[in-house]
T-cell receptor, first 115, second 114 residues
Framework: SQKIEQNSEALNIQEGKTATLTCNYTNYSPAYLQWYRQDPGRGPVFLLLIRENEKEKRKERLKVTFDTTLKQSLFHITASQPADSATYLCALDMGYGGSQGNLIFGKGTKLSVKP | NAGVMQNPRHLVRRRGQEARLRCSPMKGHSHVYWYRQLPEEGLKFMVYLQKENIIDESGMPKERFSAEFPKEGPSILRIQQVVRGDSAAYFC????????????FGPGTRLLVL
């Protein structure tokens, strides 16, 4: 079965630096890969979606890459701010058959941005 | 446009009781997904429903758990005869169509079984 690993449980960086989070998966490449943000006591909030035929996607200070050869996605936050501190979740949508919409989530990486 | 609503936000039950969790999807969304988040674990898919239909329940425990999404009213996740291991955060998400769409999550219901 498909498995997802996010490289670290926690990542601490200094304000202004670029945060880079890693998501690795096994088996088949998903049709879509999504990144969500989750704050304590709240539900996940969608950030970015990248398709299997896309290499890179950007949104303001966020950038996502998708390498189907390495079976890896990288999530970057540039010019990080303390308000970016949260847990970031990687999720796969296999996009076919009965699993459409059934998102498979990683455990998340807790990012802390220090002022 | 109100987001996904879940109630109650917190629910305390004693072992053996029933827990009913409600989810109202975003306006215009006809697809509902339930996920469970155990402490220190990632979100795990439980069930995917459309109005009056269960589309995929591959993540639902075989016993004690059931879900419905009636023609009128919210989607309901029911847990019968709760046990301590059912303590978790239960999230509902909705989307306007099947897969290939962003899923919008509710704030979750935190179930504590004493």
């Amino acid at each position: 079965s498909q498995k997802i690993e996010q490289n670290s449980e926690a990542l601490n960086i200094q304000e202004g630096k670029t945060a880079t989070l890693t998501c690795n998966y096994t088996n088949y490449s998903p049709a879509y890969l999504q990144w969500y943000r989750q704050d304590p006591g709240r539900g996940p909030v969608f950030l970015l979606l990248i398709r299997e035929n896309e290499k890179e996607k950007r949104k303001e200070r966020l950038k996502v890459t998708f390498d189907t050869t390495l079976k890896q996605s990288l999530f970057h936050i540039t010019a990080s701010q303390p308000a970016d501190s949260a847990t970031y979740l990687c999720a796969l949508d296999m996009g076919y058959g009965g699993s459409q919409g059934n998102l498979i989530f990683g455990k998340g990486t807790k990012l802390s941005v220090k002022p | 446009n109100a987001g996904v609503m879940q109630n109650p936000r917190h629910l305390v039950r004693r072992r053996g009781q029933e827990a009913r969790l409600r989810c109202s999807p975003m306006k215009g969304h006809s697809h509902v997904y339930w996920y469970r988040q155990l402490p220190e674990e990632g979100l795990k898919f439980m069930v995917y429903l459309q109005k009056e239909n269960i589309i995929d329940e591959s993540g639902m425990p075989k016993e004690r758990f059931s879900a419905e999404f009636p023609k009128e009213g919210p989607s309901i996740l029911r847990i019968q005869q709760v046990v301590r291991g059912d303590s978790a955060a239960y999230f509902c998400a909705s989307s306007p169509s099947r897969g290939r769409e962003t899923q919008y999550f509710g704030p979750g219901t935190r179930l504590l079984v004493l």
